[in-house]
């Protein structure tokens, strides 16, 4: 139950914080949140399943409303707060603004902390590694630095060293080739934080900060670390965690990408040959008894996987003209992936409903047994190896480099195991099979790139996290699909009547007032050949709408060709994307807008998500098309492909409901504030000609509409 304690400190704070804003009206529709939060949190509404789903339209104040809903509560209950973003800009915000914010004027005292990935930090020990220029030194590294190079991790060196940078790659001010980075960044395997030398490494310095933070900023991806490895293993684990997941509808695709493995099998092969040197390497090092047993066993069950990988490189190989031979093209011209070839650089085999030759599952259970083995025979030596240099029986400049490779070994290994767990495996009956496919590298290193990946993940968010955490608040400004969140519902894994609560609010805009949606009569569909024609002919007239235009586009191809038919009829001055920086797009718009000069922006998807352009900056968005997207990964296939299985439609199921929170936030550019105004014009005809047009526009906010079909 929420006590009155905590009720009182959430009313007074937010009479505080509107206290110390300029023109703050309290809103109903924050306050509302702000108490759903609370009370789930608290588990009035259920006191086991303490979740709510809340989507929060443009407005509403929500980081304020569940930093309120969430923060007096978990100091009263000695709970962590997490709050986990999908972009940087949203970290930003939050770590730079809202929370110093509500910390300064709400009277409620606490500490937060951004929390960044491992991978954001250097590591002291490749660093200096890197910078040793003798000749045993940078053997993790593909090849010796470049001279320029050098100078830069000598640069990063000193300024770590001389106290002036903290190690993470944000707070470097020059520009770092990611190439270099690899080089130096932390990574958990290679890690050797045992040493006492290693006590002043930027990492594990932010990491102890954490511990006193009560607020954890992280990321969706840092979020997923932790619970794959079971969960407070990088953060507080989560019965100790309220979890607010803001931008919440990228979390299904973090977490896929997350459970996802690939291997190429020439590639495996030779780092396989090469681990059983380094076995070898340590047993002699170590001189135990101890580690000749693992470094024997390694050597052998290195030899089964180099037979068995080598089979399946021949293998696939010898039916390469079956996997893939020439592209195949439906009825319609298009082709097909579906058991057929996409032509692409690489050229890609999907195993239709993810059904793989037996003879491929035989090896697949073979390689998965005898990497397992290798995985804790290299285990085995790193820990016989570490245990000697604390037991000061090895040198540790002798240890660290075969330490640090063992590393790379046990990460490789791992991935390894999971790809072949997810060959060898069989899809239960029931449940969606794991999507499987093959790439062919073509060029002068031959090899086959094997992947794996779940096509759906809610089963296992619900064993990670929905069944073992404290409580969570899932948001985001478009988590809805067609005014329902049954299909964020199914991604997310949240059951029909678990418990859990949902919300809606809507944006405090008066969208009727001061926006209105046009759809006007096109001749063409989109899919009509002419239709670009119609687009040149007809877009003057309604860039003319208004002096700062954005006009989005669903392909590149198209939106060049318009640009350079409209540049020719007239001295239009458009900004196309990939023509400039999207920051330098953004900036010589806003220029020209403060000088009263029209402006107009070609932008694709990427331009419709995020893009802020308030006031006079936005005030005539033009969508050319409807953004559907058709499924080219192989997953996005999968996954259409086992819907049809089921007798289901793809199209209706998966492509409307995306295509519907994409429209929404493609709309949602025109709105940024209160006061804002314009106009919105759709010039895909289909909103109006097609049955499911009408649930795309309903699900539009209240713009007042003038469909002229
Ligand atoms: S503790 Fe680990 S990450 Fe830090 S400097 Fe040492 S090896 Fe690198």
Same mark, same amino acid.
Not at 133 to 142: C, H, I, M, V, Y
Not at 605 to 610: A, D, I, M, N, V
């Given at each position: 139950m929420l006590t009155d304690k905590v009720k009182e400190v959430i009313r007074h704070s937010y009479k505080a914080i509107g206290n110390n804003l300029e023109n703050f009206t309290p809103r109903k529709q924050q306050t509302f949140l702000i108490a759903e939060i609370a009370k789930t949190l608290a588990g009035e509404y259920d006191k086991d399943r303490k979740i709510i789903t809340i989507e929060a339209g443009t407005g509403t104040g929500k980081s304020l409303a569940y930093s309120l809903g969430s923060i007096p509560l978990a100091l009263m209950r000695q709970k962590k707060v997490c709050i986990s973003t999908a972009t940087v800009a949203l970290q930003e915000q939050l770590v730079d603004k809202d929370l110093p914010f509500l910390r300064e004027h709400s009277g409620i005292n606490f500490q937060f902390t951004l929390v960044k990935g491992r991978q954001r930090y250097v590591c002291r020990q490749k660093l200096s590694q890197a910078t040793d220029?003798?000749? @045993?030194?940078? /053997?993790? /590294? $593909?090849e010796k630095p470049k001279a320029s190079d050098l100078n830069t991790l000598k640069a990063m060196a000193k300024a770590l060293k001389d106290g002036v940078? @903290?190690?993470?790659i944000d707070s470097w001010k020059e520009h770092l080739p990611h190439y270099i980075w690899q080089q130096v960044q932390c990574d958990k395997h290679s890690c050797l934080k045992h040493l006492a030398e290693h006590t002043h490494c930027p990492f594990h310095k932010a990491r102890e900060t954490m511990d006193l933070a009560d607020v954890l900023v992280i990321n969706h991806s840092l979020l997923l670390a932790d619970l794959e490895l079971g969960g407070g293993r990088i953060l507080p684990a989560p019965d100790e965690c309220y979890y607010i997941i803001d931008e919440a509808h990228h979390l299904p695709k973090v977490a896929r990408d997350f459970s996802s493995a690939s291997v190429t099998i020439k590639g495996a092969i030779d780092w396989v040959t090469k681990c059983q040197e380094t076995g070898d390497k340590i047993a002699k090092l170590v001189k135990? @008894? $101890?580690s000749i047993s693992p470094s024997i066993k390694l050597a052998d069950d290195c030899q089964d996987l180099l037979v068995d990988l080598r089979k399946v490189f021949t293998f696939i190989d010898n039916n390469s003209s079956l996997y893939f031979g020439q592209e195949q093209q439906d009825k319609n011209g298009f082709s097909k992936t579906n058991s057929k070839v996409k032509d692409k650089e690489e050229k890609l085999y999907r195993f239709e409903n993810g059904v793989i030759p037996q003879t491929l599952k035989n090896w697949a259970e073979d390689l998965t047994s005898s990497s397992k083995k290798c995985l804790a025979h290299i285990n085995k030596l790193y820990k016989l190896l570490m245990d000697a240099v604390k037991e000061n029986e090895v040198q540790l400049y002798l240890a660290e480099p075969l330490l640090a490779e063992a590393g790379f070994m046990i990460q490789r290994f791992e991935n390894l195991n999971s790809l072949w767990q997810m060959y060898e495996k069989t899809d239960h009956e029931k449940g969606a099979p794991l999507a499987r496919w093959i790439e062919m590298i073509k060029g002068k290193r031959h090899d086959y790139l094997f992947s794996a990946s779940p096509i759906e993940v809610g089963f296992m968010m619900e064993d990670m996290l929905w069944s073992k955490c404290e409580g969570a608040v899932l948001c985001s400004a478009t988590i809805m699909a067609l005014n329902s969140f049954e299909h964020f519902r199914k991604q997310a894994g949240l059951s029909v009547n678990d418990g859990s609560q949902y919300q809606s609010v809507a944006s405090p805009f008066d969208y009727k007032r001061n926006a209105q949606l046009l759809v006007p009569k096109m001749?063409?569909?989109?899919? $009509?050949?002419q239709f670009t024609d119609e687009l040149i002919e007809k877009l003057p007239k309604f860039l003319a709408q208004g002096r700062a235009s954005l006009v989005l586009f669903s392909s590149y191809w198209q939106m060049e060709k318009v640009a350079d038919a409209l540049r020719e009829k007239s001295k239009s001055p458009i900004l196309v994307q990939?023509?400039?920086?999207r920051q330098h797009i953004i900036e010589t718009h806003k220029n020209r807008c403060d000088k009263d000069q029209e402006s107009i922006i070609f932008g694709t @998807?990427? /331009?419709?998500?995020?893009l802020d352009l308030p006031g006079k900056y936005l005030t005539n968005l033009i969508i050319t098309k409807l953004p559907f997207s058709v499924p080219t990964s192989p997953v996005e296939e999968a996954q259409a492909e086992f819907i049809t299985t089921r007798g289901g439609n793809p199209f209706m199921s998966l492509s409307v409901p995306e295509t519907s929170k994409k429209l929404i936030q493609a709309s949602g550019r025109l709105l940024r504030n209160e006061r804002d105004e314009g106009m919105i014009t759709l010039l895909d005809r289909r909103v109006v000609s097609k049955r499911y047009g009408k649930q795309l526009l309903d699900s539009l906010p209240p713009f007042e509409r003038v469909i002229e079909h």
């Open positions: 220029e003798s000749p @045993q030194a940078g /053997f993790t /590294f $593909a940078w @903290q190690g993470d135990s @008894q $101890a001749t063409y569909e989109p899919s $009509a050949g990939g023509e400039h920086s @998807q990427s /331009f419709s998500e995020g």
